[in-house]
């Protein structure tokens, strides 16, 4: 029962961590999105870029801007083909938040 105890239990708070860290992810590419891109600054508009200028733009804050501490290399991708989805990606006087914009934008190419 001890010896149970003394391994049973260190696994059970390792398990209960992984949980734990698997639940606080974004899980979605949109949630990617919108965690990520406004961890250093506010939630990006970005209705005046082209398609082809995301990818670029993500890579750049990874390069030059320090994002690669936060956006790893397998969620990169991930968020650029969100964005690339997403295109074009207009913004609504009637609604100030970038990222209603986005949830709302249907897909039109
Ligand atoms: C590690 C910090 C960091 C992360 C994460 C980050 N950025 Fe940035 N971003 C910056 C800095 C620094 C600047 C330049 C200074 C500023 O405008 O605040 C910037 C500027 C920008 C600009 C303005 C560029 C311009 O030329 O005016 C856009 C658009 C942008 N980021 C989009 C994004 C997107 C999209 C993501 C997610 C893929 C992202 N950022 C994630 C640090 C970051």
Redesign the pocket.
Known sequence: MKRALQVGLPLLLIGAALAYYQLSQPHTPQAL?LK??S???AL?D?SGYQKEELAP??QF?RTH???Y???SDAEAPV?IAYLESRWPISTSSADPDPSMILIQTSRTQ
């Open positions: 999105f990520r891109c961890t250093c600054h990006p970005l733009l993500v804050m801007n320090g994002a501490r936060v956006i968020i």
